[in-house]
């Protein structure tokens, strides 16, 4: 099983960016799916996760301003960012879970200016 994700970059406060995180392998489902991001200096926290039924959860410091999707056929979770802070600077990285065992990808930069 392998994550790949993609999307992340510079842009200014207000501004929008969109992550994905496809994973391959030779599965059958994916049990969840989800964000973390990493500052420097803190400790990775979650930054939304969304399980087979949709269900999605957000750290609150996003909630209203990212939404997280994701499409089973092309096994992909999307990260819709909207709003930037500079505070949501980090490298994000996606997770999956399948049959019981976590995945990571390699982390993306995400950069806001002020």
């Known amino acids: 099983v392998q994550l790949q994700a993609s999307g992340g970059g510079l842009v200014q406060a207000g501004g929008s960016l969109t992550l994905s995180c496809t994973v391959s392998?030779?599965?059958?489902?994916?049990?969840?799916m989800g964000w973390y991001r990493q500052a420097p200096g803190k400790e990775r926290e979650l930054v939304a996760g969304i399980g087979n039924g949709a269900v999605t959860t957000y750290a609150d410091s996003v909630k209203g301003r990212f939404t997280l999707s994701r499409d089973n056929t092309k096994r992909t979770a999307y990260l819709q960012m909207n709003s930037l802070k500079p505070e949501d600077t980090a490298v994000y990285y996606c997770k999956a879970v399948v049959y019981g065992e976590i995945y990571w990808g390699e982390g993306t930069q995400v950069t806001v200016s002020s």
């Open positions: 392998g030779s599965i059958f489902s994916i049990n969840a």
